[in-house]
């Protein structure tokens, strides 16, 4: 490595290694820092140590740069207007992609026939990015951008508006589950610094109902009534706002989309695009005028090309071609990276310069990361991150100088392949798909995408923005026409058997180690490389292969899921889920989040009463897994039960305490409330119940014993109704676990409650602040975990705020 790529590499690492950062450097180490730089750059610049330090000191600055712009408390959990302007587009959606919005929060009984809510839509709420000037009469010197979901509004709000809101206000948090999607790692990637809900309002009004150009052309292309404008949209000014559950399920089935993603992909495309066309204007002007002239030959021509330097002419005047390209994706952060790259191969071209391409590739790594340095959050960031080194790989392994115009098509089709397969494994660890058409596919349709729907998309745009709307509604016609072609062919393509799977709930291990087992395959022969790729194979086994889990040992899960309940309880492979948590607004029960870890049965479930914090995600849950049985207070989970019934989970005991008898479910106190026990272990399962069925269990069982048990899931989600001094008393649990949402509106877990766990030594784990909370029992006793305290606690999932 040549000693002035040793500071941009040693910086790169430095950065990528801040995002694990458990805190942050003090504010004072600031100024030390800033000294030791100037002197790293006055005595040793071209050396490690100066990286390092200039790493240390950028990483430090952002990350109290992005603490600095969060909101004081005060704002937080309360009513509090905002002005500010809408940041996101507006799509309006099909009419038969309207959601029936769901008024009730109760779920009616769902009994063993299975006749479930499972087919209904949950409530979906309209999302905005909102730019905030003023907070409740404090205006910010500084806007910032918040995220605010407003359940049907009742104005339409489009990008450019200025608006007047009443909202709730929350930090950016979110939920956290071993393989959720990480909602607050994105917003702390896009900057957004605040979470929102709209309040019903008189006062909520738009101000100023002006809008952005991207906005009206979004409204002008929707106006003409396209069947695929959401399509068209994705493709030309990147809002992929309008696309709905189905078609994100063909986009992931199928590998595709990154197609629809404007990217550095679709930037090389409209660089060459135009590239083409001023070669062509320049091939034109010669013509015409060797015509005038008399002289007209190829030796004429290329000397023609040669001194006037048309190609590097080309290449400039692209330039801000490919530039207005990026204003209509929004300035997407992958566009502007893609476009910084093009910028400084134009510069490199233009002036005839030779960098390493290691050079090449560090510095403008290194610019990137000065300019948009919370990037690296995003897994968009990593994919092209990813891509760009396999495209390496390849031009170093396969590429040849002298190849003939029939060699380098085909390298093209060849790299397009390598790309895709070798993509599959990062797409599988993180989504849980594995899309086995998706090479096939790329393949025809980026020749598809290159030379029609993307020149087509574009120019249909630019003749809006002239004002030619007559001649952009035909072209806009004809994209539509082949969008309809476009997507049949890809229904068909992923309804095919085996076009891919879903669910690959493997470790991210294993998708590493395949990544690096294909590298290896591709490499030239070494002598070695049979033994290691003989290695790699087998630790791919080792990865995944399921070990025999003695029967003593069993586990529980309290599952993060915000304002609601869901236990995870296995033991002997079966599995028995205790609640399902609420309906979603995506439809995702976050068990196994986005990429969800469908590999698993479910061999009870039990509903402690329906509600629908309890029992909303019954539907999705019945829909994705294989159900054996399903209990409730008003089929089978009440005292009275059958006792001669199979066990409802291999290798415990299960005792139901409450109800008595077989009741509705409709209200808290008819909580099914189940004891699991092995050994001296056992866990108190209590739904909703309120202080007045403690009294009565306790009353009951006050001289057996069966209320005391180890671990106990906090009633009522910590409620001040619950928990009663007398009932936690008898139950003497060693901790105590509460689900509840951070920072809800009623407090939970109340103070009171708080007290009464502190008095007798019971120890208090929250999902609010812990995240999903794992226990692991065996002979030995148990282990906790949780996943921001032992997994996941990086600088930015706990900013401290004023």
Known sequence: MASHEKPMFAFIMICFSSMFWPVLPAMSMLPVLCVLTALCLYFCSRNWITGLVIGILWASSVGHWYSSWQLPYRFFNKNIMIEGVVDSLHIEQNQGEQINYLEDTYVYPTPLAKIKKSQEK????????????????????????????????????????????????????????????????????????????????????????????????????????????????SLAVGARQGLTAEDWEILQVSGTAHLFAISGMHLAIVTGLFIVIFKAIAFLFYHLR??????????????????????????????????????????????????????????????????????????????????????????SFWFSFSAVLLIVFFIWRFTQKGMSLKQKVLNLIYLQVFLSVFMLPATAANFATISIISPVINLLLLPLFSFVLVPLSLLSIILLLLSFNSAATSILFVLDDLFDLLLSLLTFATSLPMSG????????????????????????????????VSSLIVCMFLSIFEWPVPKHRWKMTLVDVGQGLSVLIQSEGEVLI??????????????????????????????????????????????????????????????????????????????????????????????????????????????????????????????????????????????????????????????????????????FPHAYVLSNYASIGTKVLNTAYDGSIGIEIGQQGYHIHTMRGDFLSPWYMNIRRR
């Open 122 to 233: 949950p409530p979906a709420n309209k999302v905005y990015i909102i730019k905030i000037k003023r907070l409740g009469v404090t205006s910010l010197t500084q806007p910032v951008f918040v995220r605010v979901s407003w359940f049907a509004p009742i104005l339409r709000l489009r990008q450019g508006n200025q608006v007047q809101l009443l909202v709730t206000l929350a930090p950016p948090h979110s939920v956290l589950n071993s393989g959720d999607f990480v909602l607050q790692k994105w917003l702390a990637s896009k900057n957004i610094v605040a979470l929102g809900k709209v309040r019903a309002s008189p006062s909520n009004q738009i101000v100023d109902a002006s809008i952005t150009w991207r906005q009206s052309l979004v409204d002008q292309v929707q106006s003409i009534g396209l069947e695929h404008s959401r399509w068209i949209m």
């Open 290 to 379: 060797a015509k005038l002239s008399g002289k007209l030959s190829g030796k004429n021509r290329s000397a023609f090309l040669l001194q006037r330097n048309v190609i590097r002419i080309c290449l400039v005047l692209s330039l801000p071609c490919c530039a207005l390209y990026a204003v209509l994706s929004g300035l997407q952060v992958p566009v502007l990276r893609a476009l910084l790259g093009l910028i400084c191969y134009l510069y490199l071209v233009y002036f005839s310069l030779y960098w390493r391409f290691t050079s090449v590739f560090l510095f403008l790594l290194c610019t990137f990361l000065i300019m948009f340095p919370l990037s690296i959050l995003s897994l």
């Open 578 to 747: 205790y609640d399902t948590g609420r309906i979603f607004p995506d439809g995702i029960l976050p068990m196994g989040g986005r990429r969800g870890d469908f590999s698993f049965d479910v061999d009870t479930l039990v509903n402690s009463h329906y509600d629908n914090d309890h029992a909303g995600g019954n539907g999705f849950l019945f829909s994705t897994y294989n159900v054996k049985n399903a209990f409730g207070p008003d089929y089978g989970c009440y005292q009275s039960t059958d006792k001669n019934q199979e066990p409802w989970l291999k290798g415990v005991k299960i005792d139901v305490l409450w109800p008595l008898h077989a009741v509705s479910g409709e209200n808290n106190n008819e909580s099914c409330v189940l004891k699991i026990s092995k050994g001296e272990f056992s866990v108190l399962l209590t739904g909703d119940i309120e202080a007045e069925v403690e009294r009565k269990l306790v009353a009951l069982y006050k001289n057996t014993g069966e209320l005391k048990s180890t671990i106990l899931v906090s009633p009522h989600h910590g409620s001040k109704t619950s928990s009663s001094l007398a009932f936690v008393k008898h139950v003497q649990a060693e901790y105590a676990l509460v689900s509840s949402k951070f920072m809800n509106q009623w407090g």
């Open 501 to 532: 799977f879903r669910g690959l709930a493997y470790p991210g291990l294993f998708w590493c180690l395949v990544i690096v087992l294909l590298l290896f395959i591709t490499l030239p022969f070494w002598p070695q490389r049979k033994l290691i």
